[in-house]
C-alpha cells in the first residue's frame, strides 16, 4: 500500500500543479484579451501589484499581516474554545445517555441553524468587537465537534470497555486508554468540518462588523471597486483554509497514525 502511495504521490502533484496553471492561465487570458474589465476581474499582474502596494503602504490604516492574524486568530480561538468544551462534553454524552438525552435536542437545534441568523444578537451582548465573533465560532463549531466526539464514542465496542473494568480501570482511566483513542478517527473528522465552517462563518462575521481582517478588506475594497484587493483577499482567504486543513491533516496523522489517511 505504501508502494502505490509513493507511486500516485507524484502523479497527484503532475495534476495539481497543471490545473493551476489551467486556471492562471484562464485567468490571465479572460484579463488579457479584454474580455473583462480590470474594474471587474483584475489581472494576476494587477494583483501581484496590490499586494506590494498593501506590504508597503498598508490598507486604510492596517497592515496585510494585521488582516491575516486578525482573522487567523478569531478563528482559532473560536474553534479552540469549541474543541475544550465540545470533546469532553461528547464523551460524556457518548458514556452517559442521561446527559445525551438533556442535550441531544439543543445540540441538534444548534447544528442546523445558520450561524449569522444569531449574529446579531451576539453583538448586542457583547459589541461589535472580537467577543462576538469568538461567540460565533464557538458556537458554529461547537454542535458538530459534540456530535462527532459522541459518535464515535457509540462506536466503541462495548466489549473493550468491559474488559477494562473488569482489570480494575475507574472512569477516568477507561476513557483516556479505551474510548478516546479508539473515537479520535470520528473525532478528527468532526474537527475538520468544524474548522471549515468556523473559518467560513468568520469571514461572513467580518463582512458584518468589523474594522481589520481579510473579509473586511474584500467589503472595504469592493466599494472602491479594486478587484485586484478582493481577488488577493479571496487568494489569502483560500490559501489561509488549506493551510489550516493541511495543519489539521498532520495533527491527525501523528495521534491516529494507525487510522488509515487519504
Known amino acids: 500500500m505504501s508502494a502505490t502511495v509513493s507511486a500516485t504521490a507524484p502523479l497527484r502533484l503532475l495534476l495539481s500543479t497543471l490545473a493551476v496553471i489551467i486556471a492562471l492561465g484562464s485567468w490571465q487570458a479572460l484579463t488579457a484579451g479584454g474580455l473583462v474589465g480590470p474594474e471587474l476581474l483584475a489581472s494576476p499582474a494587477q494583483v501581484v501589484a496590490a499586494a506590494g502596494e498593501i506590504l508597503r503602504d498598508g490598507y486604510r490604516g492596517t497592515t496585510l499581516a494585521q488582516n491575516l492574524a486578525a482573522t487567523l486568530g478569531r478563528c482559532l480561538a473560536g474553534f479552540a474554545l469549541a474543541v475544550l468544551i465540545g470533546v469532553p462534553l461528547g464523551l460524556l454524552m457518548g458514556l452517559q445517555p442521561r446527559i445525551a438525552a438533556v442535550l441531544g435536542d439543543l445540540l441538534q437545534f444548534l447544528r442546523p441553524l445558520p450561524p449569522l441568523s444569531y449574529m446579531i444578537l451576539l453583538i448586542l451582548w457583547f459589541g461589535t468587537g472580537d467577543g462576538s465573533k469568538v461567540a460565533l465560532l464557538f458556537l458554529t463549531a461547537l454542535p458538530i465537534i459534540t456530535s462527532a466526539t459522541m459518535?464515535?464514542?457509540?462506536?466503541?465496542?462495548?466489549?473493550?470497555?468491559?474488559?477494562?473494568?473488569?482489570?480494575?480501570?475507574?472512569?477516568?482511566?477507561?476513557?483516556?486508554?479505551?474510548?478516546?483513542?479508539?473515537?479520535?478517527?470520528?473525532?478528527?473528522?468532526?474537527?475538520?468540518i468544524a474548522l471549515a465552517a468556523a473559518f467560513s462563518t468568520v469571514v461572513a462575521a467580518e463582512l458584518l462588523a468589523a474594522t481589520d481582517g481579510l473579509g473586511w478588506m474584500v467589503l472595504s475594497a469592493s466599494r472602491f471597486l479594486r478587484s485586484d484587493v478582493i481577488l488577493l483577499g479571496i487568494l489569502l482567504l483560500g490559501l489561509s483554509g488549506m493551510a489550516l486543513s493541511h495543519a489539521l491533516r498532520l495533527l491527525e496523522r501523528r495521534l491516529v497514525h494507525w487510522h488509515g489517511h487519504v
Do not use: E, K, Y
Not at 151 to 165: C, D, K, S
Open 151 to 192: 459518535a464515535g464514542v457509540r462506536l466503541v465496542p462495548h466489549a473493550r470497555i468491559l474488559a477494562a473494568r473488569s482489570l480494575g480501570a475507574g472512569f477516568g482511566q477507561v476513557i483516556r486508554h479505551v474510548v478516546l483513542p479508539s473515537s479520535l478517527p470520528s473525532i478528527f473528522t468532526g474537527l475538520r
